[in-house]
């Protein structure tokens, strides 16, 4: 919306543009010009769904005299209209060319879940894709044995796994109801790595296969001390499904950064869940006996829930098409519940069937509840094609505080098997295309 006038010097005016929804309530911008300031844009959008009428009221100054005159255009009407206020006024409405493509252009509803909004009007769907390195609580196997009370492990999981980072967002307006919220968000997101490892212990070194607790029958911590070498095998594989809601909307900071664009500050809360499952398989075998093995299995099931924080920053284009970029940043603070199995089954063919070592089997379950801060922050960088297409790009990190994991033993001082608190983190980067629509 663009307001003009031809005042002379001692002239201004007031131009208050009154929006009445049909459930009564009002909403008023207001543009000042004068002859030094002879034109001024605006950006208001109606919503002819939800506004019944614009009122226009014209409040015309000069000599020390005041001048306030009234008109009423319907919403459905308002939109790509030239209309002559008289005075030497004008006032000229578009379609809203300058608001950005459905949506926000970030992946991650909170973080989710910055960028700039949807108009009130359009809704949108984003689809992203990626990769993705995630750091999780390093799990080991195998015993090495160096010397008397002195072990080590054989294996140790990687510290960082590389793996695809995906996701969903769908943005829908919404009435401004609480701090002016204009849209409602809902994200979904997935992450999911595999990562195998090995280690060896040559024949002629000293190493063990030690219990993931001793044993009930014969108070055994393992078997081995042995020479007879060993290979282990570590597989990793884990899941993050990531949903975060709840409403959204940004605010002009009266700053364009540079000229055709407009620079808003972004604000959301809401509800931020993880799923997270991560499975270990850790196979030893001797390189001797073909009858002499482990197995261990764990499996670590965890649900964080919080409520969610967002602040942000972005530059959008004025124009239908243009470069938009922006930098976001969430916090959530929460309860992390974790329920955990360890499961391990050995056999000693050498140690003969009557033997308690010969063929046994050792599990036990775990859980955990504890207090967790996730936080996360996101850039990212794209172009607006037209007002229903963007395309961006986006990198983004992620932090949970705790993380529990299984201490597997890799000596028989470290028996049994526990539960440990660690942290994670993961760091993503994205390709998103983003489609506007009508409701």
Known sequence: MTASNNLSETASATIKIEQVSKVGKKKTTRIHLSKSRPSQRKTVTIDDRKD???????????????????????????????????????????????????????GTGFLPPFGPTSPPNASSIQVSIGGSLTHIPVVSGGTRVLGPGFETSIVDGSHRIPGVSAGVDVVVPVDRIFFAFDHFRASLGFNGFDDSVSGTAPIGTSSAFTYIFPNPVSGSTGIGPTVTGQTVTLDTRGTIWDFAFGPAA??????????????????GIGVRYRNSNVTHHIRQESLTFVDLNSTIDLDIRSHFI?????????????APSGAFAGISAFVAPGVLITDASASQISRCGPCGAASPEFALVLDRNFDN??????????????????????????????????????????????QPITLVNSYSDMFSARGSLVVAFKP
């Open 369 to 414: 509840s504890t207090f967790a801060i996730m936080t996360g922050v996101k850039g990212f960088v794209g172009y607006q094609i037209n007002p229903a297409i963007r395309l961006l790009v986006d990198a983004s990190y992620q932090y949970l505080s705790h993380v529990s994991t299984l201490a597997v033993p890799t000596s028989p001082l470290r």
């Open 52 to 106: 019944s009428e614009v009122r226009i009221v014209v409040i015309w100054q000069r000599a020390g005299e005041t001048t306030e005159e009234t008109r009423i255009v319907p919403a459905a009407d308002f939109a790509n209209r030239t209309l002559d206020l008289g005075h030497g006024l004008t006032l000229r409405t578009a379609s809203g060319p300058g608001e950005p493509a459905g949506g926000p252009p970030d």
């Open 250 to 267: 940004r605010i002009p900071t009266g700053r364009n950064v540079s000229e055709g664009s407009r620079s808003f500050w972004t604000y």
């Open 306 to 318: 919080a409520p969610d924080f967002a602040l942000g920053f972005e530059v959008a284009p004025s």
